[in-house]
């Protein structure tokens, strides 16, 4: 459906709920623009601030509502070991999560630290299990978990997610390394995982964003060992592989959304730069993949899915003020581990 409207409380009513409109250039879904309209005579729209009496565009269906990926962007994946995805996440969307993570003081309380070898420290928090927080609406939402089944070829379910805080000027680096490379030794028989970051704040070369080495996923799993306070990959192949791939970094605009093969050589540098990284990252294990035994992250476990607007129409007031279970500093074996 297509049409224009001028915004009154009484010319809503000819737009489908599931329809998305555009706020001056950015989407947000009908569902939550209803919300904040009080009443004609209103003067402000309060959680977008945006002019009540401005001029909407009913533009149908959000374009990641239906499928996400195309035959291309799968080939490239496993053809590359990674995948962008640029602004898979709305404006309006990441704010939401920028403002919740900045002000979630569980959230950053329970975060452990990890130094590198020049001693800079990188924070994370870790989480096996998805609530109806608003981290559980990005986790659980059927845009994302979509395109992840896509990827690896069947239903999947929430492995773990984690938010890596990586300060301004203090923000440490990590090692070569392969996610597979620690979850095969939690019982992960093959390498049917992928990890989903959406990126907090922009990710660019001066704060340390992510680097891979293209198609280093078809190396294999290569042998890990402790170094420092990290566990990196085993530094004869990763040097070989250097010389055979090509460095990709991967510099992320707030919304947009990387997907990495688990068994893809990556790394980042520290942060030198005024601005703090912050990333989201969620991890998936297809549900045939069951792990072989019990260990720090999740064994299969049903993922309920939630609407692709689930991030547009929660609210704290109305879904909870509770963080999703943060791991026990002491008890999370896998924090050794380098999560980028």
Same mark, same amino acid.
């Given at each position: 459906?297509?049409?224009?409207? +001028?915004?009154?409380?009484?010319?809503?009513?000819?737009?489908?709920?599931?329809?998305?409109?555009?706020?001056?250039?950015?989407?947000?879904?009908?569902?939550? =623009?209803?919300?904040?309209?009080?009443? =004609?005579?209103?003067?402000?729209?309060?959680?977008?601030?945006?002019?009540?009496?401005?001029?909407?565009?009913?533009?149908?269906?959000?374009?990641?509502?239906?499928?996400?990926?195309?035959?291309?962007?799968?080939?490239?994946?496993?053809e590359d070991g990674y995948l962008f995805k640029r602004g898979f996440f709305t404006p309006v969307e990441s704010k939401l999560l920028l403002d919740k993570s900045r002000s979630?003081?569980?959230?950053?309380?329970?975060?452990?630290?990890?130094?590198?070898?020049?001693?800079?420290?990188?924070?994370?928090?870790?989480?096996? %299990?998805?609530?109806?927080?608003?981290?559980?609406?990005?986790?659980?939402?059927?845009?994302?978990?979509?395109?992840?089944?896509?990827?690896?070829?069947?239903?999947?379910? %929430?492995?773990?997610?984690?938010?890596?805080?990586?300060?301004?000027?203090?923000?440490?680096?990590?090692?070569?390394?392969?996610?597979?490379?620690?979850?095969?030794?939690?019982?992960?028989?093959?390498?049917?995982?992928?990890?989903?970051?959406? =990126?907090?704040?922009?990710?660019?070369?001066?704060?340390?964003?992510?680097?891979?080495?293209?198609?280093?996923?078809?190396?294999?799993?290569?042998?890990?060992?402790?170094?420092?306070?990290?566990?990196?990959?085993?530094?004869?192949?990763?040097?070989?592989?250097?010389?055979?791939?090509?460095?990709?970094?991967?510099? $992320?605009?707030?919304?947009?959304?990387?997907?990495?093969?688990?068994?893809?050589?990556?790394?980042?540098?520290?942060?030198?730069?005024?601005?703090?990284?912050?990333?989201?990252?969620? =991890?998936?294990?297809?549900?045939?993949?069951?792990? $072989?035994?019990? %260990?720090?992250?999740?064994?299969?476990?049903?993922?309920?899915?939630?609407?692709?607007?689930?991030?547009?129409?929660?609210?704290?007031? +109305?879904?909870?003020?509770?963080?999703?279970t943060i791991f026990n500093k002491d008890e999370d074996k896998g924090n050794r581990t380098a999560d980028d």
């Amino acid at each position: 459906m297509t049409g224009r409207v +001028v915004c009154g409380a009484t010319q809503w009513k000819p737009y489908c709920e599931n329809s998305f409109l555009k706020f001056q250039g950015t989407l947000v879904s009908f569902k939550f =623009a209803i919300k904040y309209i009080h009443t =004609a005579d209103c003067n402000s729209v309060t959680q977008l601030r945006l002019p009540l009496r401005i001029v909407l565009q009913c533009i149908g269906p959000h374009p990641y509502t239906s499928k996400m990926l195309s035959a291309e962007d799968i080939r490239s994946y496993h053809e590359d070991g990674y995948l962008f995805k640029r602004g898979f996440f709305t404006p309006v969307e990441s704010k939401l999560l920028l403002d919740k993570s900045r002000s979630d003081k569980l959230m950053q309380e329970s975060a452990v630290r990890r130094d590198d070898n020049e001693g800079r420290t990188t924070k994370l928090t870790v989480w096996n %299990h998805p609530t109806d927080d608003l981290y559980g609406m990005f986790s659980r939402n059927e845009r994302l978990v979509n395109a992840v089944e896509q990827l690896l070829g069947g239903e999947v379910y %929430h492995y773990h997610s984690k938010i890596m805080l990586k300060e301004p000027k203090v923000g440490g680096a990590w090692e070569w390394h392969q996610d597979y490379g620690y979850w095969y030794k939690n019982g992960c028989l093959y390498p049917l995982m992928t990890s989903a970051m959406i =990126a907090i704040d922009r990710a660019t070369k001066e704060n340390g964003c992510l680097e891979v080495l293209k198609g280093s996923h078809h190396v294999g799993r290569i042998n890990h060992s402790t170094t420092g306070g990290q566990v990196g990959a085993d530094m004869q192949r990763v040097e070989a592989a250097i010389t055979r791939h090509e460095l990709v970094h991967c510099e $992320l605009n707030q919304g947009d959304v990387f997907f990495l093969h688990c068994n893809t050589l990556h790394r980042s540098a520290a942060n030198l730069s005024d601005y703090p990284r912050w990333s989201y990252i969620i =991890a998936y294990n297809a549900a045939r993949n069951d792990p $072989l035994w019990e %260990h720090h992250h999740a064994s299969y476990t049903p993922l309920k899915k939630v609407a692709s607007d689930a991030v547009l129409n929660w609210r704290e007031d +109305v879904n909870g003020s509770d963080s999703a279970t943060i791991f026990n500093k002491d008890e999370d074996k896998g924090n050794r581990t380098a999560d980028d």
